[in-house]
C-alpha cells in the first residue's frame, strides 16, 4: 500500500483527498518508482481544483513531476536502485502522477539525475525550471548573447520566471523582472534580476508596435502580456512562450514579426524529445545556484498540497513548492 492524493469527479465537481491505494492499481508502466518528492505547478492547481479540464480520467493521481529511485524495471536503460525525475507526459493529466509515494510510468519518459542534484533539488527545479531552461535554450539558439541587451522576464514570481532570473543573471545577461507584486523586488533582485517593472505595463492591450526594448523575452503569462512583450521587443529579437497565467489568447498582431523580424519560440515542456530534456537537465546541473534555488522554495507535505493548488493559480506563491510525498 501507498499513499496518494486522489481526484475523483461528480456532479458536485472535482474532489481531492488522500488516501491508501494497493500497488496492483497503478497504471502499466515498464518502470515503478519509489517517488521521494514532487511539486506544485500552475497545470497541478488546474486538475486538483478543477478549475480546466486538464485531467482525462478519473480517478487521477495529480502531479506533472516528480524525482525518486526505481525500485523495478523491464526497461533495458532502468535498473533498480537507478535515480530518476520525470517532466510531463501526460502524467498527472492521462497517466496517474507523481504526487504519491509510488509511480508506475513507460521507461521513455524517464531521465536521470545529473550527480550535482539531490531528489529534493531536482524537484526545487522541476518542470518550471526545466521549462525554464528550455526557454533558454531556444534563446541561445537563435543567437542571442548576454551584450546584446535586456532580457524580460515575465510572471517573476512564479516557478519559471523565479529559476529564469536565476539561470539568465549567473549566465550574464541583464534581466528585467515583471511582477504585480513590487513588495517582492528586493526578493527579485536578489535572485538577479537587475531591474523590476509593474505588471500593469504590459497586462492590458497596448499598440501593435511599441518602443524597442528587449533582445529576449521568457514569457509565462500569455494574453495581453505576451503581446505587448512581443511588441517592444527589439529588431530580430526572440520571444520565449511558456505559460498562460494570465490567458490563452494571443490579442497580438504580425506587426512585431513582419517589421523588427522578431521570432516567437512556443516551449513545450510536457512532450519535449528526449535528447532535448537530457540537454536541459546537464545544462541546470552546470548553470544554477541551487543556493540561491533553496531561498525560494517551501516544503509541503502531501496533505498540505491539496489547497496549495489554489494558492498557486491565485498568485498566491512566490518561488518553488516542494512536496515530500513520504510525509
Known amino acids: 500500500m501507498f499513499n496518494a492524493i486522489v481526484l475523483t ?71 533498480p536502485g537507478d535515480a530518476v525525475i520525470l517532466n510531463g507526459w501526460g502524467v498527472g493529466e492521462a497517466h496517474w502522477g507523481g504526487l504519491a509515494q509510488k509511480a508506475r510510468v513507460r521507461g521513455d519518459w524517464l531521465v536521470p539525475l545529473p550527480a550535482v542534484f539531490s531528489l529534493r533539488q531536482a524537484m526545487a527545479i522541476g518542470t518550471a525550471g526545466y521549462t525554464a531552461m528550455l526557454c533558454i535554450l531556444a534563446l541561445e539558439k537563435h543567437g542571442l548573447q548576454p551584450g546584446d541587451g535586456e532580457i524580460l522576464v515575465t510572471g517573476a514570481n512564479g516557478g519559471v520566471g523565479s529559476v529564469a532570473i536565476l539561470l539568465l543573471a549567473r549566465l550574464g545577461y541583464r534581466v528585467v523582472a515583471s511582477t504585480g507584486r513590487p513588495e517582492a523586488a528586493d526578493a527579485l533582485h536578489a535572485l538577479g534580476a537587475s531591474a523590476i517593472i509593474e505588471r500593469a505595463e504590459l497586462a492590458t492591450p497596448g499598440r501593435p508596435l511599441g518602443k524597442e526594448r528587449w533582445a529576449g523575452v521568457v514569457d509565462a503569462v500569455g494574453s495581453h502580456t505576451l503581446a505587448n512583450a512581443c511588441a517592444t521587443t527589439r529588431l530580430h529579437g526572440a520571444v520565449a512562450a511558456c505559460g498562460l497565467a494570465q490567458g490563452m489568447d494571443f490579442p497580438a498582431t504580425v506587426a512585431p514579426f513582419i517589421l523588427r523580424g522578431v521570432t516567437l519560440y512556443g516551449i513545450d515542456s510536457a512532450m519535449a524529445p528526449k535528447a532535448l530534456r537530457h540537454a536541459a537537465w546537464q545544462r541546470l546541473a552546470r ?32 518561488g518553488r513548492l516542494v512536496v515530500d510525498v513520504n510525509r
Open 287 to 318: 548553470d544554477l545556484d541551487v543556493e540561491k534555488l533553496e531561498a525560494i522554495t517551501q516544503e509541503l507535505s502531501l496533505s498540505q498540497a491539496i489547497p496549495a493548488g489554489a494558492d498557486i493559480l491565485a498568485g498566491r506563491i512566490r
Open 9 to 79: 469527479k461528480d456532479e458536485q465537481g472535482v474532489h481531492a483527498r488522500v488516501q491508501a491505494l494497493d500497488e496492483a492499481q497503478l497504471p502499466a508502466g515498464e518502470v515503478t518508482v519509489r517517488v521521494a518528492w514532487s511539486t506544485i505547478n500552475y497545470k497541478d492547481g488546474l486538475a486538483i481544483t478543477g478549475s480546466s479540464p486538464v485531467v482525462r480520467s478519473y480517478p487521477m493521481v495529480p502531479g506533472i513531476d516528480f524525482a525518486g529511485t526505481v525500485e523495478s524495471s523491464s526497461h533495458p536503460d532502468w535498473t
